[in-house]
């Protein structure tokens, strides 16, 4: 079952039963994995962004540490795994902010 993530305003994540995602890492990779828009993100690219300044000592472990962390909070159908990596089960919700935009500024001159 796919969870929703917001990209505009406010990050939030919403999925059957509510999902906490207490961490900043565990936030930052649920958004990066959204922003792949259901595609596998590699384990390579993974750490690069999670770790951007150093890296873990145990980079792949440590990656496998925020994903069990990760699947247990979005539920173990959200998360998405093959060989090449890890991906998300997600719907993006970029909200209706933006519906109209411009408009407005055309109808005033």
Do not use: C, K
Not at 5 to 23: E, K, M, R, Y
């Amino acid at each position: 079952m796919p969870i929703t993530v917001g990209v505009l305003g406010a990050f939030t994540v919403s999925g059957q039963g509510g999902v906490d995602l207490p961490g900043r890492r565990q936030r930052s990779l649920t958004a990066i994995l959204a922003l792949e828009g259901g595609r596998i993100g590699s384990v390579a690219r993974l750490i690069d962004l999670l770790w951007p300044e150093t890296e873990p000592a145990d980079p792949l472990n440590a990656l496998q540490h925020q994903i069990s962390r990760l699947r247990v909070a979005v539920g173990r159908d959200a998360l998405v795994r093959d060989e090449a990596g890890y991906g998300l089960d997600v719907t993006l919700d970029r909200g209706r902010r933006h519906a109209g935009v411009g408009t407005q500024e055309g109808a005033d001159g």
